[in-house]
Nanobody
Framework: VQLQAFGGGLVQAGGSLRLSCAAS????????MGWFRQAPGKEREFVAA????????YYADSVKGRFTISRDNAKNMVYLQMNSLKPEDTAVYYC?????????????????WGQGTLVTVSS
């Protein structure tokens, strides 16, 4: 499966953005999906994950209550709604797909990665 993330940009602190990830292929619903991010000079970190059906979601503590992951299997899309953004959310955001039972927070569980989209939150 090929993934393309988009929707990043520059936003002021407290604002919102919605990231999208488009997947190719007819087996999208076979994959659990995740969002990760990597800030300058830091390691990539888990943000959110969603199960194949969308019935199970999982968030990093740093984004819980502010970010929402969702998916539309009919459209081969996964989304990350980001509200109440903070400067520390500034990073390149990546979507990933993996054959996972449920959800997974470890990058090693994901087999396919998109190219990333930059989110910059100004203070």
């Amino acid at each position: 499966v090929q993934l393309q993330a988009f929707g990043g940009g520059l936003v002021q602190a407290g604002g919102s953005l919605r990231l999208s990830c488009a997947a190719s292929g007819r087996t999208f619903s076979s994959y659990a999906m995740g969002w990760f991010r990597q800030a300058p000079g830091k390691e990539r970190e888990f943000v959110a994950a969603i199960s194949r059906s969308g019935g199970i979601t999982y968030y990093a503590d740093s984004v819980k209550g502010r970010f929402t992951i969702s998916r539309d299997n009919a459209k081969n899309m996964v989304y990350l709604q980001m509200n109440s953004l903070k400067p520390e959310d500034t990073a390149v955001y990546y979507c990933a797909a993996g054959v996972v039972a449920g959800t997974a927070r470890h990058s090693e569980s994901y087999d396919y990665w998109g190219q990333g989209t930059l989110v910059t939150v100004s203070s």
